[in-house]
């Protein structure tokens, strides 16, 4: 096979366009990444070190003495290592059996807890109870179709108190959503991670890094109302 047969990047948009054709957004995954655990395509979304503003964000909050994060569509795990190598109790779901079977390779000896599940599906104990949830390029990984339950699902992990950072490539306002992924989000979608009990904090506009004169990234920082009573 040669090194162009092995491109992820084009294999998205075939296996993507099916799936939501078949109105099942989320089942491409497994399938991508089934064959890159067969070596028949290169490891997509490789990279090992953490998403900058993921680094920023931990830097800043200090170590985590044990609260506990989530990462949503962990991939193959940079983030959800950092975070535990900094002192977080973390959790990291993907939807795919594969990534999750391919990041445990990569991390044999890790703290983190790895697991399956769908974030339009998601388990009970996982609803409600994160220190801090990290969601970096998985929200654009759905499409349209299920922003807003995706978008619900990523704010209902968050503990009373709790921090969400969301990274996202940008969509300016009125540009048509594309056929295939990525689906950014335009600045609208982003400010609706909002509600009444969760609270915007922090939007950026950024320069996506490694690509000069390139795309653009939204970096939200929002935080969930604690619980009643705390002073
Ligand atoms: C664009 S990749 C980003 C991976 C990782 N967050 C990173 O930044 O390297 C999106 C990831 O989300 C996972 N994913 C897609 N839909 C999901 C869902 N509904 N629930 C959980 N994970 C999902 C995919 O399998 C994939 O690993």
Do not use: I, K, N
């Amino acid at each position: 096979m040669t090194g162009g047969e092995r491109a992820w990047a084009p294999r998205t948009a075939v296996l993507a366009v099916r799936a939501v054709a078949d109105g099942e957004p989320t089942r491409w995954y497994e399938e991508l990444w089934g064959e890159a655990a067969r070596g028949q395509l290169d490891l997509p979304w490789s990279r090992t070190a953490p998403f900058p503003a993921v680094a920023e964000l931990v830097a800043a909050t200090g170590p985590g003495e044990g609260r506990r994060a989530v990462v949503v569509g962990a991939g193959l795990g940079a983030d959800a290592e950092h975070l535990a190598v900094h002192g977080w109790a973390t959790t990291a779901f993907d939807v795919a059996p594969s990534a999750v079977d391919l990041v445990t390779s990569r991390y044999p000896d890790s703290a983190v807890d790895y697991r399956v599940a769908d974030l339009l599906d998601l388990p009970d104990d996982l609803v409600g109870v994160f220190d801090l949830v990290v969601e970096v390029f998985t929200l654009q990984a759905l499409p349209a179709t299920v922003r807003h339950r995706a978008t619900t699902a990523v704010r209902s992990l968050l503990a009373p108190g709790g921090t969400l950072l969301v990274a996202q490539l940008v969509r300016e306002r009125g540009a048509p959503s594309p056929a295939e992924p990525p689906w950014p989000l335009d600045e609208d979608e982003v400010r609706a991670l909002a509600t009444d009990e969760v609270h915007l904090d922090r939007l950026e506009r950024r320069p996506l890094p490694g690509s000069p004169g390139g795309a653009d990234l939204w970096v939200a920082v929002l935080h969930r109302d604690p619980p009643a009573g705390a002073g």
